[in-house]
T-cell receptor
Framework: DAGVIQSPRHEVTEMGQEVTLRCKPISGHDYLFWYRQTMMRGLELLIYFNNNVPIDDSGMPEDRFSAKMPNASFSTLKIQPSEPRDSAVYFC?????????????FGPGTRLTVT | QQQVKQSPQSLIVQKGGISIINCAYENTAFDYFPWYQQFPGKGPALLIAIRPDVSEKKEGRFTISLNKSAKQFSLHIMDSQPGDSATYFCAASRGNFNKFYFGSGTKLNVKP
């Protein structure tokens, strides 16, 4: 298996532009997570899906952020409009089962820079 | 409010030494405690995990210790090697919920 696939790996954009990050989870995994990692705040869970349905989006910082999972093999995280403070590494992760034993497999991340 | 507090923020250990990273939590409902290892430019990967039915779990040079009464758990890396240099995250979750609360991370540097 190729693991969790994220694209792009790097994104540089100007403030105010729309940014779309993409994720392909491991085939057969029912859970998908979006995380943001910064030096100041560490690893933060933004939102997670179970069987393509958003379960908990309490970590989404504000309305500029939105996430979708139209099918079991694809998810997007969109920022519109982007701001410099959104600069971070965004990780997508997937897991097979819930809770105990639900190892989360992380993708390589997308490094976003907003100028 | 940070659900899991991790220390130290950074750690320098000589090759062959013991690396110790500590985490503390408040929510007594937490019942799954994984540790993730992250190398530069990579996503975190599961290293080792423990449930509250045991107080210690060892896998090779890596050991997790859990003190439920103190609500603390720790990672010990014995005979630390330069290849162990990475950032380590503790995490906690409860029941069948798959939401992990991660600590802030510890950057470990093992000097040759």
């Amino acid at each position: 298996d190729a693991g969790v696939i994220q694209s792009p790996r790097h994104e540089v954009t100007e403030m105010g532009q729309e940014v779309t990050l993409r994720c392909k989870p491991i085939s057969g995994h029912d859970y998908l997570f979006w995380y943001r990692q910064t030096m100041m705040r560490g690893l933060e869970l933004l939102i997670y899906f179970n069987n393509n349905v958003p379960i908990d989006d309490s970590g989404m910082p504000e309305d500029r952020f939105s996430a979708k999972m139209p099918n079991a093999s694809f998810s997007t995280l969109k920022i519109q409009p982007s701001e410099p403070r959104d600069s971070a590494v965004y990780f997508c992760a997937s897991s097979l089962v819930a809770g105990d034993g639900g190892e989360q497999y992380f993708g390589p991340g997308t490094r976003l820079t907003v100028t | 409010q940070q659900q899991v507090k991790q220390s130290p923020q950074s750690l320098i250990v000589q090759k062959g030494g013991i690396s110790i990273i500590n985490c503390a939590y408040e929510n007594t409902a937490f019942d799954y405690f994984p540790w993730y290892q992250q190398f530069p430019g990579k996503g975190p990967a599961l290293l080792i995990a423990i449930r509250p039915d045991v107080s210690e779990k060892k896998e090779g040079r890596f050991t997790i210790s859990l003190n439920k009464s103190a609500k603390q758990f720790s990672l010990h890396i014995m005979d630390s090697q330069p290849g162990d240099s990475a950032t380590y995250f503790c995490a906690a979750s409860r029941g069948n919920f798959n939401k992990f609360y991660f600590g802030s991370g510890t950057k470990l540097n093992v000097k040759p």
